[in-house]
């Protein structure tokens, strides 16, 4: 018997000192963390069947019922049966993902893709086009090589808790299939919410960078003003987010002249809710996307209180007390815990947000700047931007004098009131969560999520802290908007609107480097306006 302990001692001491050695042989030492995507909403949703949930079938399937109500109100402007058919048809679309009134949901959801394996494992990276999601994941796979690029995809309709558990056992098997101490997150719209929470949550031991790309992580104000009780549709907003959508792409270029008839829609939509508002809350808005607790992420911190009375006022306490915690636990201390990240040796922290779109015009914030999708306000970290079409004004004065100028060059946005004025990075025209590998935009978050300190917006003057996304090369580059010197020769002449003008008419003989320059409206294109704007320079008139 001692004979046989003395072997298995002999086992054990032997594993105890080669365990180590082999874990050694695993580690990396290429100096760059592995970089994980946590996306945002997009993601396709299953049932328990393996059905897609919001399947173009499904949809027609839970309008289809409600047209003989649909025409009856078209007939009769009976609002009760508009709100009827309008219940039906929402409920029969978001049921298989719909909560109670307690955080309970019985039907099971699912996302068929997850996997904690590099990206290039299950996707062919050696197609030009790899899909918009991973076209990031590609260019990181490019420059950092295998077992460097991760994405981390959920149940977006869930409980940010469980989310945020289930992130942080996926950061610790990407770490151990990687061979390294510490992931880079770059979090993408819904999944700064859920990057958020994990931080509160987690801490962020194991995370050397965090990225927000355009991300939600101080709430969406859209969503915010609906759950206050603010709908209303911005008839002329729509028209413009209509416009921008289609702006370029000849086929629905037919379109614009109907854009009237959405205003006309949006009129309606606008009596709709002063006649049967408090109804489309109660048995629509409410039970429906009230009780989603994945949605409460997307609730502005300075708007909880006032949202829990409108949209919680039958609620049961489990649903009640988890809205309280993400509020004390996560939204509460978002800007604490910004600073936090900023100010430790051991994280850094970047910020990334554009601006110049429309957003979806359903509140009356519909005029805010956005990427297209989320307020420029809340992906800034609460940076001052003015309204859609407007700038801050001839006479505005920088809100935080920090010595430094953080005006945007158009005199629409100031970061100086932003939550990490130096580590926040503003783009002109540049929509949101939208990645290429020949425009630039992949080589800047590249740029960051390989960082291995602490970036100011003055670490690069490549990347200067007010960028430019032209969207006829396309390309992003510095924004310096407005000399009217083309040519490059120190002064702006009539040889500068002469090529402007070329280039409108489509005879592109001004160097791409020069673009920018030539943007004297800064709309994010070249027209005659913008020759005419130098043409008056030239004269002196400016």
Request: charged share 20%; with cysteine.
């Given at each position: 018997m001692k004979k046989i302990l003395s072997i298995v001692m002999s086992v054990i001491l032997i594993f105890t000192v080669l365990v180590p050695a082999f874990a050694a042989e695993k580690k990396c030492d290429c100096g760059n963390a592995p970089v994980v995507q946590v996306r945002g909403i997009g993601e396709t949703l299953y049932d328990g069947e393996g059905n897609p949930v919001f399947s173009a079938g499904n949809i027609i399937a839970g309008i289809l019922p409600v047209i003989p109500q649909l025409a009856q109100f078209l007939i009769t402007m009976d609002t009760d049966v508009l709100v009827d058919a309008l219940g039906t048809a929402v409920k029969a679309i978001f049921g298989p993902v719909s909560y109670d009134n307690n955080l309970n949901r019985e039907s099971v959801v699912t996302v068929k893709n997850y996997t904690s394996d590099p990206v290039e494992t299950y996707v062919d990276f050696t197609k030009e086009d790899v899909g918009s999601e991973y076209t990031l994941g590609k260019a990181v796979h490019q420059e950092l090589g295998d077992k460097h690029s991760y994405l981390f995809i959920y149940d977006w309709t869930a409980n940010p808790f469980d989310i945020a558990k289930d992130l942080n056992q996926f950061i610790k098997e990407v770490k151990e299939k990687s061979g390294h101490d510490k992931v880079a997150l770059c979090a993408e719209s819904m999944g700064g919410c859920m990057t958020n929470t994990y931080l509160a949550l987690y801490g962020y031991e194991d995370v050397q960078t965090v990225v927000m790309a355009n991300s939600a992580f101080n709430g969406l104000e859209m969503l915010g003003q609906l759950f206050?009780?603010?709908?209303?549709?911005?008839?002329?907003?729509?028209?413009?987010?209509?416009?921008?959508?289609?702006?370029?792409?000849?086929?629905?270029?037919?379109?614009?002249?109907?854009?009237?008839?959405?205003?006309?829609?949006?009129?309606?939509?606008?009596?709709?809710?002063?006649?049967?508002?408090?109804?489309?809350?109660?048995?629509?808005?409410?039970?429906?996307?009230?009780?989603?607790?994945?949605?409460?992420?997307?609730?502005?911190?300075?708007?909880?209180?006032?949202?829990?009375?409108?949209?919680?006022?039958?609620?049961?306490?489990?649903?009640?007390?988890?809205?309280?915690?993400?509020?004390?636990?996560?939204?509460?201390?978002?800007?604490?815990?910004?600073?936090?990240?900023?100010?430790?040796?051991?994280?850094?922290?970047?910020?990334?947000?554009?601006?110049?779109?429309?957003?979806?015009?359903?509140?009356?914030?519909?005029?805010?700047?956005?990427?297209?999708?989320?307020?420029?306000?809340?992906?800034?970290?609460?940076?001052?931007?003015?309204?859609?079409?407007?700038?801050?004004?001839?006479?505005?004065?920088?809100?935080?004098?920090?010595?430094?100028?953080?005006?945007?060059?158009?005199?629409?946005?100031?970061?100086?009131?932003?939550?990490?004025?130096?580590?926040?990075?503003?783009?002109?025209?540049?929509?949101?969560?939208?990645?290429?590998?020949?425009?630039?935009?992949?080589?800047?978050?590249?740029?960051?999520?390989?960082?291995?300190?602490?970036?100011?917006?003055?670490?690069?003057?490549?990347?200067?802290?007010?960028m430019y996304y032209n969207t006829e090369i396309p390309q992003l580059m510095p924004f310096t908007c407005g000399n009217g010197d083309v040519t490059g020769d120190g002064k702006a002449t009539a040889v500068d609107a002469g090529l402007i003008l070329k280039a409108v008419a489509g005879v592109y003989c001004v160097p791409e480097e020069n673009f920018i320059n030539a943007d004297m409206n800064c709309d994010g294109k070249l027209t005659a306006t913008d020759a005419r704007i130098i043409l008056k320079q030239v004269a002196g008139l400016l």
């Amino acid at each position: 018997m001692k004979k046989i302990l003395s072997i298995v001692m002999s086992v054990i001491l032997i594993f105890t000192v080669l365990v180590p050695a082999f874990a050694a042989e695993k580690k990396c030492d290429c100096g760059n963390a592995p970089v994980v995507q946590v996306r945002g909403i997009g993601e396709t949703l299953y049932d328990g069947e393996g059905n897609p949930v919001f399947s173009a079938g499904n949809i027609i399937a839970g309008i289809l019922p409600v047209i003989p109500q649909l025409a009856q109100f078209l007939i009769t402007m009976d609002t009760d049966v508009l709100v009827d058919a309008l219940g039906t048809a929402v409920k029969a679309i978001f049921g298989p993902v719909s909560y109670d009134n307690n955080l309970n949901r019985e039907s099971v959801v699912t996302v068929k893709n997850y996997t904690s394996d590099p990206v290039e494992t299950y996707v062919d990276f050696t197609k030009e086009d790899v899909g918009s999601e991973y076209t990031l994941g590609k260019a990181v796979h490019q420059e950092l090589g295998d077992k460097h690029s991760y994405l981390f995809i959920y149940d977006w309709t869930a409980n940010p808790f469980d989310i945020a558990k289930d992130l942080n056992q996926f950061i610790k098997e990407v770490k151990e299939k990687s061979g390294h101490d510490k992931v880079a997150l770059c979090a993408e719209s819904m999944g700064g919410c859920m990057t958020n929470t994990y931080l509160a949550l987690y801490g962020y031991e194991d995370v050397q960078t965090v990225v927000m790309a355009n991300s939600a992580f101080n709430g969406l104000e859209m969503l915010g003003q609906l759950f206050i009780g603010n709908p209303q549709i911005d008839g002329p907003a729509l028209g413009g987010l209509i416009a921008q959508s289609i702006y370029g792409n000849a086929e629905y270029a037919s379109l614009i002249p109907y854009i009237s008839i959405f205003r006309y829609l949006a009129n309606l939509a606008n009596r709709l809710f002063e006649v049967a508002g408090d109804r489309i809350y109660e048995e629509v808005l409410i039970p429906v996307f009230g009780y989603l607790p994945s949605f409460w992420c997307f609730i502005p911190e300075y708007h909880f209180e006032e949202a829990m009375a409108k949209m919680l006022p039958d609620a049961g306490p489990e649903l009640k007390a988890f809205v309280n915690e993400y509020y004390e636990k996560v939204a509460s201390k978002t800007t604490d815990r910004v600073k936090e990240m900023v100010e430790s040796e051991d994280i850094n922290y970047f910020c990334v947000s554009n601006y110049n779109k429309f957003i979806a015009p359903v509140t009356k914030t519909s005029r805010w700047n956005s990427d297209g999708v989320i307020e420029t306000y809340n992906t800034s970290g609460f940076a001052t931007v003015a309204d859609m079409g407007e700038t801050l004004g001839a006479d505005y004065i920088q809100a935080v004098n920090n010595g430094k100028n953080m005006i945007s060059p158009d005199n629409i946005v100031d970061v100086s009131t932003a939550q990490a004025p130096m580590q926040t990075w503003m783009t002109k025209n540049w929509g949101h969560i939208a990645y290429r590998l020949d425009d630039g935009t992949c080589e800047f978050y590249l740029w960051l999520l390989t960082a291995d300190e602490q970036y100011t917006v003055e670490s690069n003057p490549q990347y200067p802290q007010f960028m430019y996304y032209n969207t006829e090369i396309p390309q992003l580059m510095p924004f310096t908007c407005g000399n009217g010197d083309v040519t490059g020769d120190g002064k702006a002449t009539a040889v500068d609107a002469g090529l402007i003008l070329k280039a409108v008419a489509g005879v592109y003989c001004v160097p791409e480097e020069n673009f920018i320059n030539a943007d004297m409206n800064c709309d994010g294109k070249l027209t005659a306006t913008d020759a005419r704007i130098i043409l008056k320079q030239v004269a002196g008139l400016l």
